[in-house]
């Protein structure tokens, strides 16, 4: 067979053409037809692209890292060349194990090692998860948004995904527990619940307590597994942290350290770095092996020279004695909350009235919602073409490709302030170009609320702080119909 050796002109490869693809679609399996391309993959080819301000990518700012040491641990590692280049165990590495039950402590959440398995990064825990638990057609449910990176995943295992519209203070466990009646009167059970708890990815919406405590409830009641995705629990500016779920079921089932129907995923994505590529999961002792042998079919271990860097990172201790990944986390947690900040007052300055978003209290992400005439899919074309920007569109967030559609997630960590004021203000002169076609074409005047062209410079203080007090979050329930569920 002949092979294309095209190429896009910046570096990747042509996508193939309708005769090309036509030559093999008989080979393909069926699978393959509900298969969507991950927003992740599109976002992270913009980090290669210096003249585009990405917005877009999940990016911890891994620039904080000292090269200094990460010079010094590499040494560490060469000290075992012979195990860092040797296979290592499917399930991980005593030393970073250790080092997994160091971080959920500091989490308050204890685990016995033993149902621990290492991971290539955290994406892999989903994977592992629907190729174990899933068949045609089994249905999850999960937030609405939910996480762009487990999309392509649910649809590639063909899972029938059922979507629970979040507010602001998470997952309404009403919404879900009528969404699982509805479901068990058509004889259909639910594989798995998912759920991002802390700083959605998305949404950046945290779970509350009450809720937490419901959905355990429910998962108990109904015997159903719990999917809790933590990448960011670690990472949290302001409020006060919240229990994880995998240790509210423990409790609740009485096991000590251990919960049989949460399955945690955690990541060192966010906490150290993404190009390590290690994450992990704990889980009840038979969804353990059954991730094993899927791991054991995929890559048959993570890296050990990761492992082996991670291991000597946690070893480190700062000059007051603290260890060094904790030191490190508290500068992250610093840094994030300045660049959350003027990410904010960006907004209330180049977005207007006609916009809402979210405040997150940790993570990485904004979720904002322009006026309800704009595609945000379509906006993302015209603003990396004229303007140079990007952001992930909303509809990556939803399995039926069409709802957020005037949403987008912005990620605030990784960009420099002068960049995340200049990706806003660039984004909001693309929102009032695309609006004014729209009024064009449909002869309505511009909405207010947005600045035009004129007006597009420095805001005052007080006008900044004018535009902040119009921000509309995600609607939270009154406190009466919140006691109302406590109640039941």
């Known amino acids: 067979m002949n092979r294309g050796t095209g190429g896009t002109g910046d570096g990747r490869a042509a996508r193939p053409t309708a005769h090309e693809l036509a030559r093999y679609e008989a080979l393909f399996a069926a699978r393959t037809r509900g298969m969507k391309s991950s927003a992740m993959r599109e976002m992270m080819a913009l980090t290669e692209q210096p003249d585009v301000i990405s917005l877009a990518g999940g990016l911890p700012d891994t620039s904080t890292f000292a090269p200094e040491l990460y010079a010094k641990l590499m040494a560490e590692v ?7 280049l040797q296979y290592g165990p499917t399930e991980g590495m005593a030393a970073t194990v250790q080092c997994i039950v160091e971080v959920m402590a500091a989490e308050g959440t204890a685990i016995d090692p033993s149902e621990v398995i290492v991971t290539t990064g955290g994406q892999q825990v989903i994977d592992l998860v629907c190729k174990t638990l899933i068949d045609p057609g089994d249905v999850i449910v999960a937030e609405a948004p939910t996480y762009p990176g487990a999309v392509p995943t649910f649809s590639a295992y063909q899972a029938q995904v059922e979507q629970i519209e ?28 998912y759920t991002v708890p802390n700083f959605q990815n998305p949404a950046g919406v945290t ?23 933590n990448p960011y629990g670690l990472l949290r500016y302001e409020g006060e942290p919240l229990p994880t779920l995998y240790s509210l079921d423990a409790q609740a089932v009485g096991r000590g350290r251990a919960s049989d129907l949460v399955i945690y995923l955690g990541t060192f994505s966010k906490i150290l770095s993404p190009g390590l590529r290690l994450g992990w999961a704990v889980a009840p002792r038979p969804v353990l092996e059954k991730l094993n042998l899927g791991k054991q079919g995929a890559d048959l ?18 000059s007051a004695g603290q260890a060094a990944w904790l030191q490190y986390i508290d500068r992250l947690k610093e840094l994030y909350r300045s660049r959350r900040d003027v990410m904010l007052q960006a907004l209330a300055e180049h977005f207007g009235e006609r916009a809402r978003w979210t405040t997150p209290q940790g993570g990485l992400f904004i979720w904002a919602t322009l006026d309800r005439r704009i595609d945000t899919t379509d906006l993302l074309a015209l603003a990396r073409k004229s303007e140079g920007v990007a952001f992930v ?32 203000r660039r984004i909001g002169r693309a929102v009032r170009e695309q609006l004014g076609l729209l009024g064009s074409l449909t002869g309505s005047p511009p909405p207010t609320g947005l600045r035009t062209k004129d007006e597009d410079r420095e805001a005052t203080p007080g006008e900044a702080d004018a535009a902040l007090a119009d921000v509309v979050a995600l609607p939270r329930r009154s406190e009466a119909e919140a006691r109302r569920r406590l109640d039941r």
């Open 78 to 84: 060469a000290d075992s060349t012979a195990r860092a």
């Open 166 to 193: 979040m507010d602001g203070d998470g997952m309404p466990i009403d919404a879900l527990e009528s969404t699982l009646d509805r479901l068990a009167a058509q004889g259909r059970r639910p594989k798995f619940i």
């Open 207 to 229: 779970m509350s307590l009450p809720r937490r405590r419901r959905l355990i409830e429910v998962a108990r009641e109904r015997e159903l597994l719990v999917l809790e995705d």
């Open 301 to 318: 271990c993570s890296s050990p020279v990761t492992q082996m860097f991670v291991a000597a990172y946690f070893e480190e201790q700062g």
């Open 393 to 424: 569109p909303g509809r990556a967030a939803y399995m039926d490709g069409r709802s957020g559609s005037s949403s987008m997630r912005l990620n605030f960590a990784g960009v420099a302030d002068g960049d995340i004021r200049e990706g806003v």
